[in-house]
C-alpha cells in the first residue's frame, strides 16, 4: 500500500483538493516533509501554492472528539475556501497589545482604514471625524505619550456619524451621518471639504468602487444610490421590483469591482452586477430574519462575510450564497463588527459588550482567549491592510491602535495609557462640485 497507490485516481475534486492541502500543511508541521512532497505531487499542487505547516488538521479532529460533534461539513467546508496564502499563527502570535490612544470629546460609533493602510479615520456621535496618522500612530516606538497622531478633524456633521470611507487614492475621504448628509474631504495636505451630498434619508452605509469613479451611498430608504464621483449625478436601479422590503443598512463592492452588495434591516443580501445595475443574487433571512450591520468581501471576490445586529456572522460562498462557516462569539454581542486580518487567515470580532474574539477562517476554531478592548461598549473595529493593526472604537470615547504581538508578549492596556488629545478644526470648506479622482488628487 502506498500514497501513489491510493491516490492515483480518476480527476480530483475541489473538495477532496482541499482535504489533501489538510493533509500536507498537517504533513509539514509534523515533520514528514517527503510524504507531503510526495501527496503534493500526485495531488498536483503548484509551487504557487502556498501551503503552509500547521496543526489545524489535528485541532479540528480533537475538537471534535472532545465536543461530540460532527465536525465532517466544517472540514469540507474549510478545506476548500481559496483564501489569500496562509500564514502559520507563530508568524504573527495570538495577541494584541495596544500601541496608541485618543480621548475624543464624544463617543465613537464607526472607523476605517485607506486602502493602503496608512492613514485611518473614525466618526463620533457629535457629528466630528478624525483623521489618523496609523504609521505614527502604531509605530514600534510610539510616542512618550501615548498618543495617537490626529492630522486633521471635521466637524460638519450635526449628528451621529455613521459610515467612513476612503477614496482608492487614498487622499480623499468620506463621511455619512443620521443628518443625511455625505460631506467628501481632501485629506492629503490641505484638510478640506470638498463637497456634500444631501439626502431625505439618514445615511447608514458608504462605500468607494475600486475605480474610484463612484460612490454607493445606503440610507434607512430601501434603494441605494449610486454617485458618479465626477459630475455627483445620482442613479439607482431601473427594475424596482429588484430592490429591498426594508431599510438599507451596508452597502459593499468587490474587490475586482464587479459586484455590490447590500444588506437590509430584515436580514436580507442582494449581490448585484456593477455593471449593468441588476440584481443577480437575493439571499434571504440568513439571521432568522435579524438586521445585518456589515458585509465584506474576500480580496478574490468569491466570499462574503456578513454579520448579524447580534453579533454573528457567516462566510457565505459567491454567487451561490451558501453558507460555508459560522463565527459565534463566546459570548452574545451588543453590535456584530467583524473583519479579517493576517492575509485572510484570522477572522476578528467583536465578543460580549466590550471584548475582541479570534477565529481561524477556515476552521472558525478559536487560537485565543477574547480580550477586553474598551471599558464601554465597541462599536467598530478594523484592521489596518498589510501592517495588520488594529483600530477599535467604543462608547468609552476612546479610539485604540493595536498592534499584532508574538506569542511570547503579553497584551498591556492600563488606565494610565488613556491621554486625553484635542486637534483644531480643519479649515473652512471651499466651494467643489466635482471629486477629481486622477492621480494627482
Known sequence: FTIASFLTRPKTSVMASGLYRQMISQLLHDGHTKVAEEL???VGTTE????????LLAEMYQEQQASGMDATLLSQNAGHLHFKAEMPLTDFGTSFAVQSLDMADAPARCG???DNGQVAACGFEDGSVRVYDVSKSAAVTAPESGQAVVTCQFKHHSSAVMAIAFHPNNNVMCSGAIDHAVHIYDISSTGKRIHTLKDLYRITSIAFHPSGHFLCV????PVYRL????TWQCYSPVDTDQNHTAPLKCVRFSPDG????TACDVGSVKLWNAVSGTCTTTLDAIFDGSSIVNLLFTERSDYLLVTSKGGDAVLLEIPSGNVLIRYEPQETATVGAFCFAFQESIVVGNCGRNMVQMWRAQSATTPSKPFMAHTGDLRSLCVAPQSGVLMTVGSDKLVKFWKPQAPTQTVSATASEVVAG?????????DSSALDTSPDA
Open 112 to 114: 476605517a482604514f485607506s
Open 422 to 430: 484635542t486637534s483644531e478644526d480643519a479649515q473652512p470648506p471651499n
Open 218 to 221: 445606503a440610507t434607512s430608504h
Open 227 to 230: 454617485y458618479n464621483t465626477n
Open 48 to 55: 504557487q501554492d502556498v501551503i503552509a505547516p500547521t496543526s
Open 258 to 261: 464587479s459586484l455590490l452588495a
Open 40 to 42: 503534493r505531487q500526485i
